[in-house]
């Protein structure tokens, strides 16, 4: 008394494992879909019976497997692909597990796919079914979100059939809300059988209409690409070997924003916003600056070219700290002078006799001595306020503003007032939130952001 349920792979006979060709030959009963039988027919001795019991009825192919061996005959039940994989495995043990059940894994229809289309699964991967005949829709989609979000390589299992019609749009359209329009999409008609069909394009590209009941589809993760017409996810190893040798702290930071990109929401970012936002968040730990950071449009270029060209020459900032977090080396590389006038004697008798604030009269100061300087802010809510009133009354033309001043009082205000100056390029963190170490981060991302083209973190020299 024994069942044999046998993953007989997904229909080429060498994609056959020995051990289901063993347990084939050795057993008395075959049980599956009929449309299977073809595939094991030659291995079967003289007289083993094969029974159909159609499609769909996989519950009744379990009842009568069991049946029979309780009968005492050896019965091996047959599923394509993996018998484990959406297959017979869980329901013959659901229903007697006294009998001597064993278990013979097959190559899924999956696997066979990712072996034509190149090495698609190298890493991280999950398995999802769009057949809502034993599971919920809302149940399949709460699992398609949590696999964009976990940025795994996906793997679609019944994507299409002649009443499930608009479920695999559904699922693409959720992937292109969150992954990049890059990403190597490649499906597999009637993997390993004679009517074989691949197909490798974009997740930009794909059509959903091209797929059929028969399809198995792969969808990459942040990470994979297309190289030579194969499809590749790598593991780590190739670019774990080319970091040998650099900079520990370099490698740590580059696989900080390898880890900030995968993770961002919005996979399309331009690189002149993507640039400063992988600075701000590798800072503070915070993804809500991808929400946080407004910009205008082009600006990290715009005063990037200011300093490219010699242009741009000085920097003020409105504390001593949003200062002291400026890379040195960089501002030696380019020729740029930080200065800060919060402790300028100047600035202290001026807020004392207007009844300012000191970061207020910095200001003026620097409005008069430097007027088309890049003006950060970290701290101080007046100081930002004060430089929109000079930009008012035409005392001082920026090269451009980077502004996250902090707090509760007049902060979110200030960024308000900075947006309204358009020939003026700005990096604003919206909100209550900023800081000097995050105004110091974006001025960083400035002026390395030559170094963006290659996404490596921007030098210190």
């Given at each position: 008394m024994k069942i044999y349920v046998a993953g007989i792979g997904p229909g080429s006979p060498e994609d056959i494992t020995p051990a289901v060709l063993e347990a084939v030959k050795n057993s008395?009963?075959?049980?599956?879909?009929?449309?299977?039988?073809?595939?094991?027919e030659p291995y079967l001795r003289p007289g083993t019976e094969c029974i159909d019991t159609g499609m769909r009825q996989e519950r009744q192919r379990a009842e009568q497997a069991i049946a029979l061996a309780h009968e005492g005959k050896t019965v091996c039940v047959i599923s394509s692909g993996d018998a484990g994989i959406y297959g017979m495995a869980p329901l013959v043990w659901e229903m007697d597990p006294t009998i001597d059940i064993e278990v013979l894994p097959g190559i899924s229809a999956f696997q066979k796919a990712a072996s034509l289309l190149g090495a698609?699964?190298?890493?991280?991967?999950?398995?999802?079914?769009?057949?809502?005949?034993?599971?919920?829709w809302s149940v399949i989609e709460r699992r398609i979100k949590a696999a964009v979000a976990g940025d795994f390589v996906t793997a679609v299992y019944n994507p299409k059939s002649h009443g499930r019609y608009w479920q695999l749009h559904r699922l693409v359209e959720l992937f292109r809300q969150e992954r990049s329009l890059d990403t190597p999409v490649g499906y597999v008609r009637q993997a390993g059988r004679p009517e074989q069909e691949v197909k490798l394009t974009t997740?930009?590209?794909?059509?959903?209409?091209d797929v059929d009941m028969f399809t198995v589809v792969l969808i990459g993760n942040s990470q994979s690409f297309i190289s030579n017409g194969k499809f590749i996810t790598p593991r780590g190893y190739f670019r774990e070997k080319e970091n040998e040798g650099k900079n520990v702290g370099q490698s740590i930071m580059i696989k900080s924003?390898?880890?900030?990109?995968?993770?961002?929401r919005n996979p399309d970012i331009p690189l002149w916003k993507l640039w400063p936002m992988l600075h701000a968040i590798h800072t503070t730990a915070d993804f809500e600056m991808e929400r946080l950071m407004w910009m205008d449009d082009e600006a990290t270029q715009k005063i990037y070219d200011k300093v490219k060209n010699g242009k741009l020459?000085?920097?003020?900032?409105?504390?001593?700290?949003?200062?002291?977090?400026i890379r040195k080396g960089a501002l030696e590389r380019l020729g740029i002078e930080v200065i800060c006038y919060i402790n300028?004697?100047?600035?202290?008798?001026?807020a004392k006799e207007l009844g300012i604030t000191r970061a207020q009269a910095g200001m003026r100061l620097a409005a008069e001595e430097h007027p088309e300087a890049l003006y950060v802010f970290g701290n101080a809510p007046t100081a930002l306020l004060e430089l929109c009133e000079l930009i008012r009354k035409k005392k001082c033309n920026p090269a451009g503003i980077v502004g996250a001043p902090v707090g509760f009082v007049h902060v979110e205000e200030s960024k308000h007032a900075a947006k309204i100056f358009r020939n003026i390029p700005k990096i604003l963190i919206e909100g209550r939130k900023g800081g000097s170490n995050l105004a110091a981060t974006i001025v960083n991302s400035i002026l390395t952001y030559d170094d963006a083209e290659q996404l490596k973190p921007g030098r210190d020299v």
């Open positions: 008395d009963v075959i049980v599956g879909y009929k449309y299977y039988f073809q595939f094991i698609p699964i190298g890493h991280d991967l999950c398995i999802i079914s769009l057949s809502d005949l034993m599971t919920p997740l930009r590209d794909f059509d959903p209409e924003f390898q880890t900030i990109q995968n993770n961002l020459k000085t920097i003020v900032t409105d504390v001593t700290m949003a200062a002291s977090g300028d004697p100047r600035g202290a008798e001026m």
